[in-house]
């Protein structure tokens, strides 16, 4: 079992910053990868970015290239998500997620094994 927790969500006007944390604990050394996603009211769950643990690629949404940056802190088992110049387009749920299998891609949800409960990103236009 994986235990995620997410945290730094909250309210910030558009063109501000946030950082998400993403804290993993428990079977984290069976992780290949971890990703980010976001879900809107009455929208799907979309994929954000990922990291894979070994080599530290990373991956992003077209929507989110050269605003987001993902990163993790291997030594805290710590996955971030640094946010910048907000858009209210980019309001939603943030979920992080820890994939135990290794795929070639990372950008579908169902490749993901344990999810986090989530943390609330409110852009004011």
């Known amino acids: 079992q994986v235990q ?6 909250g309210l910030v006007q558009a063109g501000g910053s946030l950082r998400l944390s993403c804290a993993a604990s428990g079977r984290t050394f069976s992780n290949y990868a971890m ?5 809107a009211p009455g ?3 979309d994929f954000v ?3 894979r643990w070994r080599g530290g690629r990373t991956y992003y ?3 989110v290239k050269g605003r987001f940056t993902i ?3 291997n030594a805290k088992n710590t996955v971030y998500l640094q946010m910048n110049t907000l858009r209210p387009a980019d309001t939603a749920v943030y979920y992080c997620a820890a994939a135990t299998t290794y795929y070639s891609t990372l950008d579908d949800a169902r490749y993901y ?3 986090g409960q989530g943390t609330q990103v ?3 236009s």
């Open 43 to 45: 929208k799907e769950r």
């Open 113 to 115: 094994d344990y999810w």
């Open 61 to 63: 949404a077209e929507s």
């Open 49 to 51: 970015a990922a990291i």
């Open 122 to 124: 409110t852009v004011s």
């Open 4 to 9: 995620l927790v997410e945290s730094g969500g």
């Open 35 to 39: 990703g980010w996603f976001r879900q």
């Open 71 to 73: 990163s993790r802190e």
